[in-house]
């Protein structure tokens, strides 16, 4: 099984993230997914554009949007354009949507609102045109199949992703429970809708922290597990695997999570102070993270292997990307 890896970026300095992507393009990472929200970072699609033009073999697009701020049929436009600048290479990440919408005061709509979302944007794309709120709308100057990815944390969502993405990205931990029933309710939506599992393109969302030792490593890495902690559990933790010990704690953060913070280093972000006083760092870490030396972080990845977990979305929210990016080419990727 081959492992591969994808890089969720954040667009806050343009210079660094085009070194990013570019180092990503040479050393082989196989995708980058370009966070979108407006209110923290630069605008998604034009980021995704520049990156398109700076890079020849990864595969580029939102990760993710919403069909909240923008309107489907600008969505299915701009993905389908992004498809040209970059020769066939775009996917489109759509979800519910987080910091963009919270930070215009406005509440994500429910997961099983998207479905209907996801199915107007491809009949767009594919067929031109779809029937929306009454009335149709239209997209005339081109058309084609563009895959369209769906970021899940509960079993609702691998039922939806199953019958519906062409990607899937599994942002609820690593546990070996937590896989299991990812794997089977995908399944099982997967087939209600005529085809199996392997027809999906599954990711696995995985902060990485490589470091002296895994302390270290988990110390430096504070900011994005909170990040991902937030983006699976905030809806509810029903289904999720969440242990009683821990789960009024969990409450605790993500009720008290600044979503004006979202997706920022450890030293600029209280929501890791929050999470330190709640005393679920180390949980987050075990459930959620790949994190150690780059020998301890291989085995993990290797251990991971048997159960049909071998691609991985890691997020990169650090504040110097480049130097992020070279040390997964130079310390982990040569041992997996």
Same mark, same amino acid.
């Given at each position: 099984? &081959?492992? @591969?890896?994808?890089?969720?970026?954040?667009?806050?300095?343009?210079?660094?993230? /085009?070194?990013?992507?570019?180092?990503?393009?040479?050393?082989?990472?196989?995708?980058?997914?370009?966070?979108?929200?407006?209110?923290?970072?630069?605008?998604?699609?034009?980021?995704?554009?520049?990156?398109? $033009?700076?890079?020849?073999?990864?595969?580029?697009?939102?990760?993710?949007?919403?069909?909240?701020?923008?309107?489907?049929?600008? &969505?299915?436009?701009?993905? $389908?354009?992004?498809?040209?600048?970059?020769?066939? #290479?775009?996917?489109?990440?759509?979800?519910?949507?987080?910091?963009?919408i919270y930070n215009l005061g406005l509440k994500p709509p429910s997961l099983g609102s998207l479905e209907r979302p996801i199915k107007h944007i491809r009949e767009l /794309?594919?067929?031109?045109?779809?029937?929306?709120?009454?009335?149709?709308? @239209?997209? &005339?100057?081109?058309?084609?199949?563009?895959?369209i990815g769906i970021p899940v944390s509960g079993p609702k969502g691998f039922h939806m992703a199953g019958r519906l993405a062409d990607i899937v990205w599994v942002a609820?931990?690593?546990?070996? *429970?937590?896989?299991?029933?990812?794997?089977?309710? $995908?399944?099982?939506?997967?087939? *209600?809708?005529? #085809?199996?599992?392997?027809?999906?393109?599954?990711?696995?969302?995985?902060?990485?922290?490589?470091?002296?030792?895994?302390?270290?490593?988990?110390?430096?890495?504070?900011?994005?597990?909170?990040?991902?902690?937030?983006?699976?559990?905030?809806? &509810?933790?029903?289904?999720?695997?969440?242990?009683?010990?821990?789960?009024?704690?969990?409450?605790?953060?993500?009720?008290?999570?600044?979503?004006?913070?979202?997706?920022?280093?450890?030293?600029?972000?209280?929501?890791?102070?929050? $999470?330190?006083?709640?005393? /679920?760092?180390?949980?987050?870490?075990?459930?959620?993270?790949?994190?150690?030396?780059?020998?301890?972080?291989?085995?993990?990845?290797?251990?991971?292997?048997?159960?049909?977990?071998?691609?991985?979305?890691?997020?990169?929210?650090?504040?110097? @990307?480049?130097?992020?990016? @070279?040390?997964?080419?130079?310390?982990?990727?040569?041992?997996?």
């Amino acid at each position: 099984m &081959t492992v @591969k890896f994808a890089l969720g970026v954040t667009p806050a300095s343009l210079e660094d993230f /085009l070194r990013c992507v570019r180092l990503a393009d040479e050393c082989g990472i196989a995708a980058i997914g370009v966070a979108d929200s407006q209110s923290l970072f630069h605008e998604t699609w034009s980021s995704c554009a520049l990156a398109a $033009m700076n890079t020849k073999n990864i595969l580029i697009g939102p990760w993710v949007t919403n069909p909240v701020t923008r309107h489907l049929a600008v &969505t299915a436009s701009a993905a $389908m354009t992004l498809d040209d600048i970059s020769e066939g #290479r775009a996917f489109l990440g759509i979800g519910p949507g987080d910091s963009a919408i919270y930070n215009l005061g406005l509440k994500p709509p429910s997961l099983g609102s998207l479905e209907r979302p996801i199915k107007h944007i491809r009949e767009l /794309l594919e067929q031109g045109s779809t029937d929306l709120e009454g009335s149709t709308a @239209k997209l &005339t100057w081109g058309s084609r199949h563009i895959p369209i990815g769906i970021p899940v944390s509960g079993p609702k969502g691998f039922h939806m992703a199953g019958r519906l993405a062409d990607i899937v990205w599994v942002a609820l931990g690593l546990v070996p *429970e937590i896989i299991q029933a990812a794997q089977e309710t $995908m399944r099982a939506g997967a087939e *209600e809708a005529g #085809r199996s599992l392997d027809d999906i393109d599954v990711w696995w969302y995985a902060p990485v922290g490589i470091g002296e030792s895994r302390r270290k490593a988990i110390d430096a890495m504070k900011g994005i597990l909170s990040t991902v902690a937030f983006v699976s559990l905030r809806f &509810t933790l029903v289904g999720k695997f969440v242990p009683d010990n821990v789960a009024e704690s969990v409450r605790q953060f993500i009720s008290g999570y600044t979503s004006v913070s979202h997706a920022s280093p450890a030293d600029e972000n209280p929501n890791v102070k929050l $999470m330190e006083r709640l005393g /679920l760092t180390d949980y987050f870490a075990d459930r959620f993270a790949i994190a150690g030396t780059p020998q301890e972080c291989a085995q993990q990845i290797k251990d991971l292997e048997p159960r049909g977990v071998s691609q991985f979305m890691v997020p990169v929210v650090v504040a110097d @990307k480049t130097s992020y990016v @070279k040390q997964l080419r130079d310390e982990l990727m040569p041992l997996v």
